[in-house]
């Protein structure tokens, strides 16, 4: 079973991966998760997500791996902060 993270956070922008050529939303976070020293959150969701640079989400997400300082999940479902 997967995992489930819980995430309370800004959205940054929406960029394109170099590597998978798949757009992501990065999200401010500083801190740690799981031992490793986090700088950024990289969310990658569908195509039809609606998020928006500079709002506070509440994010659900499953991990799929740390690269450097940053975590990378895959977005479950979301709920924008008023």
């Known amino acids: 079973m997967q995992e489930m993270i819980l995430i309370l956070s800004r959205c940054q922008t929406k960029r394109l991966s170099p590597k ?6 990065r999200f401010h976070f500083k801190g740690f998760y799981n031992g490793n020293k986090i700088k950024q959150i ?12 500079g709002e506070d989400y509440l994010l659900w997400v499953g991990f799929k791996g740390v690269l450097g300082p940053n975590l990378e999940v895959f977005l479950i479902k979301y709920k924008k902060i008023e």
Request: hydrophobic share 30%.
């Open 20 to 25: 998978t050529k798949k757009s992501y939303y």
């Open 42 to 53: 990289h969310v990658f969701a569908n195509e039809n997500t609606d998020i928006i640079k």
